[in-house]
């Protein structure tokens, strides 16, 4: 289908919601909606941000901004997590809206980036638009974790992680969806904290519905910037993975079923006190993460190779534990 320029009415006849989900995002919350506000232009465009319990002052900046930026709203999101706070803003304000953007407090979007993704998804006729991400670190161990999540080592070749676009896939980063499409499948699934979003895009897919990744905007995130955070992050990844796949009995595919043997692994290795061959497949794994690191050091000349591997180790650790986790039913004592 070839691409069009759509005319100021016909964007502004389009009827959008845009929500931003967050919890303790005191340092990027007002640079976001002032950005995102000088963004709308002749858009008709509802901003929500719909807080899981902030205690760092989220809420307070964004009340003093609800007299200046014009339609927007603060919703109070009791069940604090993501998926609860995208139903909760459809559910009260989506009744008169044709589209949701779903906006991540964390992360940085380029100018046009809403206007870009209404194009797209009129020229398509898509019922969802994804988009890639681009991955920023500041701190040391923030840009060598930017680096993993940037290289096949550490997203193994997603697309949405590794870039590209015009395309129908199955699934990508949410960016924007039909809000009819939406309600068809019932929206996010709330025992999903992570995850929901492939979890939700599964339902799409298998109620007919398309989504267009797009390769003419994208999103910018920030990693987390210590190994603790990291390693809790990726470990409710793993969790999410394994009950999505659970809950619609699929199997992993390739790039997920290689790191699901690294926890088994790591564990193993501990018959090593037995048997020193144990190590072997532990040292196999390290091996290859260390000389993937040094090749992006001598190859692609990025002095953050070595450190990146060892994000990249934390990230798949983490990821194969959540999933053997939740597998097993081996549950955390409160959810995340």
Not at 25 to 45: F, H, S, V, W, Y
Not at 67 to 95: H, T
Request: hydrophobic residues 45%; charged residues 20%; glycine residues 10%.
């Amino acid at each position: 289908m070839v691409s069009r320029s759509h005319s100021n009415a016909q964007i502004s006849s389009v009827r959008t919601l845009l929500v931003i989900p967050c919890l303790n995002e005191a340092a990027t919350i007002e640079p976001l909606l002032r950005k995102l506000n000088g963004q709308r232009g002749e858009m008709d465009m509802l901003l929500v941000v719909a807080d899981g319990g902030s205690h760092d002052g989220t809420r307070d900046i964004v009340q003093k901004l609800l007299p200046e930026i014009p339609r927007l709203l603060l919703l109070e999101n009791p069940k604090r997590i993501q998926s609860a706070a995208i139903n909760l803003a459809v559910d009260r304000f989506g009744q008169d809206r044709d589209y949701l953007i779903r906006i991540d407090a964390h992360g940085d979007y380029p100018d046009g980036y809403c206007r870009t993704l209404l194009e797209e998804a009129l020229d398509m006729q898509a019922d969802s638009v994804v988009v890639g991400m681009e991955t920023v670190g500041f701190g040391l161990f923030q840009k060598a974790t930017a680096v993993a999540q940037n290289s096949k080592l550490g997203n193994g070749g997603s697309k949405h992680r590794a870039g590209g676009g015009g395309d129908w896939v199955d699934h990508g980063h949410h960016a924007l969806m039909r809000i009819e499409a939406f309600r068809a499948v019932g929206g996010y699934d709330e025992n999903f904290s992570h995850n929901e979003d492939a979890e939700l895009d599964f339902r799409l897919r298998a109620a007919g519905f398309r989504i267009w990744m797009t390769g003419k905007t994208f999103m910018t995130y920030y990693p987390r910037a210590s190994a603790p955070a990291l390693f809790r992050q990726y470990l409710a990844y793993g969790r999410g993975r394994a009950k999505n796949l659970i809950k619609h009995r699929s199997i992993p595919r390739l790039r997920q079923a290689i790191p699901l043997a690294v926890a088994p692994v790591v564990v193993g290795a501990f018959l090593a006190l037995l048997h020193w061959w144990a190590a072997v497949p532990l040292a196999i794994w390290a091996a290859a993460c260390l000389g993937y690191g040094f090749w992006m050091a001598v190859g692609q000349k990025n002095p953050y190779g070595p450190l990146a591997s060892l994000s990249a180790m934390i990230m798949h650790f983490a990821w194969s534990a959540g999933f053997w986790l939740e597998l097993i039913g081996i549950r955390p004592g409160r959810a995340a």
